[in-house]
């Protein structure tokens, strides 16, 4: 099964995503803009993974994330992957505890690892939620520039999903497991 563990948002912060994003969809028909529905924040990437594995992957992202303290987030901006000016993907940023959203990231994909999940991208997490993707580079400079200011409201990530992806004509997303950042909270810093 071709798995994934993430962030799903709650559904205000992404209708809030949905508005700001609606005036910008039409002027660029050359994007392949994502369903709203799937929308998510990939933290560790695991690419096909034996059912077998799946018991001992529970119990290793479990304790990950209850090792990690609930954090506020918040959409802002726009960006692009690999550039804006030959972008394959046009995302938007999370603002928050970034070097916790990182470790935390880390923390899944140790787990997943020693459960025999080897993660397919193992480049360190520049959190952000993909919005578009282009088969070949497009440049989006201008669309990247007119969503700097946007600023979405905050939300608590207090949970991580694994996610199992059933590809085909359409993309379709199955929560299969749940697990709490349940580490008491801390001063606050990095």
């Not at 993907?89 to 025999?116: H, I, K, Q």
């Not at 359409?170 to 299969?176: A, D, F, I, S």
């Amino acid at each position: 099964m071709r798995l994934f563990v993430g962030l799903l948002p709650p559904r205000q912060a992404l209708d809030e995503l949905a508005r700001a994003l609606e005036p910008h969809r039409a002027a660029w028909p050359e994007l392949r803009w994502l369903n709203a529905v799937n929308w998510h924040v990939t933290l560790s990437f695991l690419g096909e993974v034996p059912e077998a594995a799946l018991p001992g992957l529970h119990v290793r992202l479990a304790r990950a994330a209850s090792r990690h303290e609930p954090m506020t987030l918040s959409f802002a901006g726009g960006g692009a992957f690999p550039s804006a000016r030959r972008a394959r993907v046009f995302w938007t940023g999370l603002r928050g505890p970034e070097l916790r959203l990182v470790r935390l990231a880390d923390s899944l994909g140790a787990g997943a690892r020693r459960a025999g999940a080897e993660q397919t991208d193992r480049r360190r997490l520049r959190p952000h939620l993909s919005l578009a993707r282009a088969r070949s580079g497009v440049d989006v400079q201008d669309l990247v520039d007119a969503f700097a200011a946007f600023a979405g409201s905050s939300w608590e990530a207090d949970t991580v999903h694994l996610v199992r992806s059933h590809l085909g004509a359409t993309v379709r997303y199955e929560k299969v497991g749940d697990y709490p950042l349940a580490a008491p909270a801390s001063d606050g810093r990095d």
